[in-house]
Nanobody, 115 residues
Framework: QVQLVESGGGLVQSGGSLRLSCAAS????????MGWYRQAPGKQRELVAT???????NYADSVKDRLTISRDNAKNTVYLQMSSLKPEDTAVYYC?????????WGQGTQVTVSS
């Protein structure tokens, strides 16, 4: 079983920056894919970025060049550095990890970008 704890959300002005963190705990050898998703009010949850344990990264087109995903395997933690934030980035951000054919979700952290 894997537990995820997210942190780093908050309120920021347009153009500002935030850094999200998601720490995994439990009996873990090495996590597989780690990633971030988001869900805005009235919209479906969507992919933001993923990073595989080999380092391959995938971004949604809407966040390329503004958001950076990274991971620290020693800490079982994934990060999302967000810069040049826009009001349309406002959403609840969810951490997701894959481990031994199962997917685990964090509780979500609110990011609000004011114009």
């Amino acid at each position: 079983q894997v537990q995820l704890v997210e942190s780093g959300g908050g309120l920021v002005q347009s153009g500002g920056s935030l850094r999200l963190s998601c720490a995994a705990s439990g009996t873990i050898f090495r996590l597989d894919a780690m990633g971030w998703y988001r869900q805005a009010p009235g919209k479906q949850r969507e992919l933001v970025a993923t990073i595989l344990n080999g380092g391959s990264i995938n971004y949604a087109d809407s966040v390329k060049d503004r958001l950076t995903i990274s991971r620290d395997n020693a800490k079982n933690t994934v990060y999302l550095q967000m810069s040049s934030l826009k009001p349309e980035d406002t959403a609840v951000y969810y951490c997701n990890v894959a481990y031994r054919l199962k997917n685990y979700w964090g509780q979500g952290t609110q990011v609000t970008v004011s114009s």
